[in-house]
């Protein structure tokens, strides 16, 4: 049976990139790829593979190898009335974009009070696990969060990658859109064939649960979602909630999350200080403070920049320090 | 003078130039009353930026100014110096060129506009729009790694734009000697493949000549150019500058013997196609056009919520929260 006869298709998370960006190049031609090795390879991950061939040297191009131009020219794409879908090759690189991309994407909007959107996508993979080299694996998305002006969006599954890209992609404002390196090939799952569409600021359970629960995006959610299953086990019922986004962020969600166990641990793969989880425990602070049963916890990386890899897997949550942490929360008297 | 312009022609550029003068000195008055923030003259650039966008066909082209153009831009309409004023005294709609005005707000980030200009014609020509991208920076900016980055972009995409690089002599205190070693800047257009022109700066109709030859090759197809225009900074680099700590003052001085505006009027007054009541009148439209532009600017409506306007298409929940907070704390402190 054919993709398109049935009403969804098992897919790894690069595959359901793949085919979104297919589908939206398809349905909206001025939609346009590019990046560091893009075209010809279909990108170091594949996830741009096949597009050439489909759509062509105009709309899938291989960039200089210069990270500035490539946000830059998105953003003069983006005031041409194109749609512009570049690839920072890896997140540790957009620090070399830094400038087009907080300095200018993220404003211009801003800028120009109204008169030019910046409706880019930039796609990045980001995240650890694979024992890359350096600046291939930092987790920058609290600092993006810090840029006003920017989408950022973190998808863990392989459905939501679709819903979520395809969301972007006609979003006419800019939004980095980050992929979990150990996802691309390491989750998979169900996609819906027809279109999909997941709004952005509206967060998931990824796993129901009473007695605690653990915030996290991205591909920790598989991390925390093992860890449930190990506590639930231990009689503990955790949940896992999937926040899909940063900005915007579903605050109502977690206010919900929060009410309901009392108890909750945010888990990022980033340098702790100023990172996102603070912004999350700053949110409960501020919104449900009087239905904490115990401080809010975090498992983070740590202040040290992202090590090289015989120190990566103490540096990048895992199962056993989310257990690790629940445990000690679930010990807290109300 | 083998050029396609006429007496209206050459009367309307040098009328154009009076007039930047003219409001360059005033907004200089206006720093100094304490009425508006921080401005950079134009005085001793007014050549070649109305050289230039002679040049243009502005119902076609782009203008990607830096933060002193838009005093010289009137041939893209009397709108550019409203907003310009606006600008000055520190109100968004400043940064608003209205619809079909094709200029970008002035840029402050250097070089950064270079690439959005190589964006921006990459669209053009993906579109089959006719008419180029003209993006003004200065000697300083072609340090920038992003110059370097959109000349080398703009030569591998072939695509129709103008690198128009404004040699003033200086970036603030720093002479074009420790900028680079190189003979000049438009030799740097070797390393990108494309052309590269200098031109006295100082003479709009020599400008002109180089920018419509530039722009009849990017309307062939052929791609990119790079101008220098030299020229000299007659003023300081910003009412915040002193340039008497560093600026030769026999230099300065030899400088305003080559004055761009009294250079071109002696040129016209020995074509008998200027006079002393010529001149006279250029000086009260020049005053009445910055007249116009400060009134409509000083009487812009602003309300201090509106400064959460405009960051997205649709603001996101927290910033709707915010504003709401913002204006019942404004009515309340009021």
Known sequence: ?????????????????????????????????FGEDVAVSGGVFRATEGLLEQFGEERVVDMPLAEAAILGAAAGLAAGGMVPVPEIQFLGFSYQ?????????????????????????????FGGGVRTPELHSDSLEGQLTNMAGLKVVVPATAADAKGLLTEAIRDPDPVVFLEPLRGYRGVKGPVPNAEHRVPFGQARWAV????????????????ATRASRRLAEQGISVGVLDLRSLVPLDTAGIVDAVERTGRVVIVEEAVPTSGFAAEVIATITEHAFYSLEAPPVRVSGFDAPYPVGLLEDTYVPDVRRIESAVLRLVEVAP | MALDLDNDDLVGM??????ARISSNRLWSLQRQGRIGTIAPIDGQEATTVGATWALDPSLDWVLPQYREPMALGRY??????RFAAWAIGH?????????????????????????????????????????????????????????????????????????????????????????????????????????VTVDGNDPLAVYEVVTAARARALAGKGATLIEAVTYRLGAHTTADDPTRYAPEDELAAAKERDPIDVFRRQLEDRGIWDRSMQ??????????????????SNLPLQQVELLDHVFATPTPRQRAQRAELDTFLRSDS
Request: glycine letters at 10%; hydrophobic letters at 40%; a negative charge.
């Open chain 1, 208 to 223: 129901p649960g009473d007695d605690v629960t653990i915030i996290t995006w991205s591909h920790q959610v598989h991390v």
């Open chain 2, 14 to 19: 040098l009328c154009e130039m009076i007039k």
């Open chain 1, 1 to 33: 049976m054919s993709d398109d006869l049935r009403e969804e298709t098992t897919l790894t998370m690069v595959e359901a990139i793949n085919r979104t960006l297919a589908a939206e190049m398809e349905r909206d031609e001025r939609v346009l790829v």
């Open chain 1, 97 to 125: 974009a830094m400038h087009q991309l907080a300095g200018q994407i993220a404003r211009f909007r801003y800028r120009s009070w109204g008169r030019f959107s910046m409706g880019i996508t930039i796609r990045a993979p």
């Open chain 2, 77 to 82: 309409g009397s709108e550019i110096l409203h």
């Open chain 2, 92 to 196: 968004p709609q400043g940064g608003h060129i209205p619809e079909p005005l094709r200029v970008f707000p002035p840029q402050i980030s250097l070089a950064t506009q270079i690439l959005h200009g190589v964006g921006l014609a990459w669209a053009m020509k993906l579109r089959r729009e006719p008419g180029v991208v003209l993006t003004f920076f200065g000697d300083g900016s072609s340090s920038e790694g992003d110059f370097y980055e959109a000349g080398n972009l703009a030569g591998v995409l072939e695509v129709p734009v103008i690198l128009l690089c404004v040699n003033n002599q200086w970036a603030i205190s720093t002479p074009t000697g420790k900028q680079t070693a190189s003979s000049g800047f438009a030799t740097k257009a070797d390393a990108f493949g494309i052309p590269g």
């Open chain 2, 280 to 297: 006279a009148d250029a000086e009260e439209a020049g005053r009445r056009a910055i007249d116009d532009a400060w009134n409509w600017a």
